[in-house]
């Protein structure tokens, strides 16, 4: 919110308003979805990839040479039952370590597939990775401890939540939960 609010600021200083109307567009699209599903404790992935849709269509904006995004969802998963808002720090962190302090274009990836009676949902980046965020590389931040907070209130001990360094190179932040329909 506030990196769009100041994304929103930029633009209107340097006179590309017809830019800050559409990020401000975004931003009210956004909320609304937010404020649409405060009260659900999960939502259908399709409708949770559908918001983190919004969310970044304003990161977008914000970097428009420098962000490329690739969805990756099997059918079957669009049903499942995810934690509300459960991608959008997923991809905020994608974005803040992997993306935002880069030179060159990068890649987040979204994935979800249904595997034995779980859905593994995964955010992936091509940044530099944990070790270059911090000396002890372990992916440890307020979003993802809050993240893996909410899973434990919500499965208890059914779930799994990795965050790693990809062979490849960026970061790989994984969570499986139990496959649910809506």
């Known amino acids: 919110l506030f990196n769009t ?12 308003n017809a830019a ?20 659900r404790q999960e939502v259908p992935l399709e409708e949770e990839l559908e918001f983190i849709g ?19 969802a099997s059918p079957e998963t669009l049903g499942a039952l995810v934690p509300n808002l459960v991608l959008q720090p997923l991809v905020e962190n994608a974005l803040r370590h992997g993306i935002a302090n880069r030179a060159v274009a990068g890649t987040v990836t979204i ?15 091509d940044g530099p990775g944990l070790a270059a965020k911090s000396p002890s590389g372990n992916g440890g931040g307020i979003g993802l401890a809050n993240t893996r907070a ?30 649910r329909n809506s």
């Open 5 to 16: 609010l100041h994304g929103i600021a930029g633009l209107i200083r340097n006179g590309q």
């Open 20 to 39: 800050a109307t559409n990020m401000i567009a975004g931003l009210s699209d956004l909320l609304r979805a937010s404020l649409d599903n405060s009260g």
């Open 54 to 72: 919004r969310y970044l269509d304003i990161q977008r904006m914000r970097f428009p040479d420098r962000l490329s995004v690739d969805v990756d």
């Open 111 to 125: 994935r979800a597939r249904a595997d034995g009676g779980w859905l593994r949902l995964s955010v992936l980046d």
């Open 150 to 179: 909410r899973l434990e209130q919500l499965y208890g001990e059914a779930f799994r939540f990795d965050v790693h360094d990809r062979a490849t190179g960026g970061v790989e932040t994984a969570l499986a939960i139990p496959l």
